[in-house]
């Protein structure tokens, strides 16, 4: 059972960075609810491992944008030398047909964009909930716009999440040295 | 005997309309930068920051840089100081909107006449 080395990096971006940054932000939702409403008992104090919960969820949104930018993105627009089979250039390969170019010109350039708006909304929830708990606990007016970002924040990373894996079972990133993950039985 | 800690019974909400705020004005400007490097290849070569990246890496970090100064700023200004806190919530709203829109490539093309 084996994966190219793009495959695998493409799968930690997603399914471990992504994936996990959506399920960490859905939790969080609803964690923001729960304390929204009018019958919530105010928490002064933070518990640890909520602390711990929130830095995590940040640091793998963080690194879902930064690994998606910085080292998946340049395998998928790398620019195909002319003649050559497009496998390796997911760009090329959807913008070469009018049928998939969809895929890039709308799917790829809104999902390179509005992914960003995840962490950095995100961070700033969890710096309200983590180091402005007093204003949090006391304004309802506080509790619902921070609410409000984590909600834009979720939809952001679930139109992100959402449009990687369709242009990845489209067009895959696949190259680089093959690993084998698990020995073939035959 | 158990302790307790005295909270105040009104803080400040400066500090989280400084956050809030910034929040929105940096997501905004994502969406500003992501228009304006599409639109234009001169603004688009001004973003190359990292070539294998291409603009995209320009858009990013000018927008998160802009987003951390800004809240810094207005953390420094706001510091203890309690704001008409619908006001600004509206604001950094109205910004995360319009980043929203400006992300979304049909009304980017909209924007540019295309």
Same mark, same amino acid.
């Given at each position: 059972m084996e994966v190219t080395q793009r495959e695998l990096v493409t799968m930690i971006h997603?399914?471990?960075?992504?994936?996990?940054?959506?399920?960490?932000?859905f939790g969080v939702l609803v964690l923001l609810l729960d304390g929204?409403?009018?019958?919530?008992?105010?928490n002064q104090t933070v518990p640890r491992w909520q602390n711990i919960y929130f830095i995590a969820?940040?640091?793998?949104?963080?690194?879902?944008?930064?690994?998606?930018?910085?080292?998946?993105?340049?395998?998928y627009r790398a620019v195909a030398p002319p003649g050559v089979d497009l496998v390796l250039y997911p760009k090329f390969l959807?913008?070469?047909?009018?049928?998939?170019a969809g895929?890039?010109?709308?799917?790829?350039?809104? +999902?390179?964009?509005? &992914? $960003?708006? !995840?962490?950095? @909304?995100s961070t700033m929830?969890?710096?309200?909930?983590? +180091?402005?708990?007093? &204003? $949090?606990? !006391?304004?309802? @007016?506080?509790?619902?716009t921070v609410l409000g970002f984590a909600a834009i924040a979720f939809l952001a990373a679930a139109i992100a999440g959402g449009w990687g894996a369709m242009i990845d079972k489209k067009a895959p990133v696949e190259g680089g040295a093959a690993i084998q993950l698990m020995g073939s039985t035959r | 005997?158990?302790?307790?800690?005295?909270?105040?019974?009104?803080?400040?909400?400066g500090p989280v309309a400084a956050a809030v705020l910034a929040c929105g004005f940096g997501c905004f400007m994502l969406g500003v930068l992501a228009?304006?490097?599409?639109?234009?290849?001169?603004?688009?070569?001004?973003?190359n920051f990292y070539n294998p990246t291409g603009p995209l890496s320009g858009v990013t970090t000018t927008a998160v840089a802009l987003w951390l100064v800004c809240w810094v700023l207005l953390a420094v200004r706001w510091r203890g100081k309690s704001l008409a806190f619908g006001r600004v919530s509206a604001f950094a709203f109205l910004f995360l909107a319009l980043s929203l829109l400006l992300t979304f490539p049909p009304f980017g093309d909209m924007m540019l006449g295309r």
């Open positions: 997603g399914m471990l960075f992504g994936g996990f940054f959506l399920l960490a932000l929204n409403s009018p019958d919530a008992t105010p969820m940040v640091i793998v949104g963080w690194a879902a944008v930064l690994s998606g930018a910085y080292i998946i993105y340049p395998w959807l913008t070469a047909h009018s049928s998939t895929w890039h010109n709308f799917g790829m350039e809104w +999902k390179e964009h509005v &992914a $960003w708006i !995840a962490p950095m @909304s929830v969890v710096w309200v909930l983590m +180091k402005q708990r007093a &204003a $949090w606990n !006391a304004h309802r @007016s506080v509790r619902s | 005997m158990t302790e307790r800690k005295l909270v105040p019974q009104n803080p400040a909400n228009v304006a490097g599409d639109g234009s290849k001169s603004f688009a070569a001004a973003l």
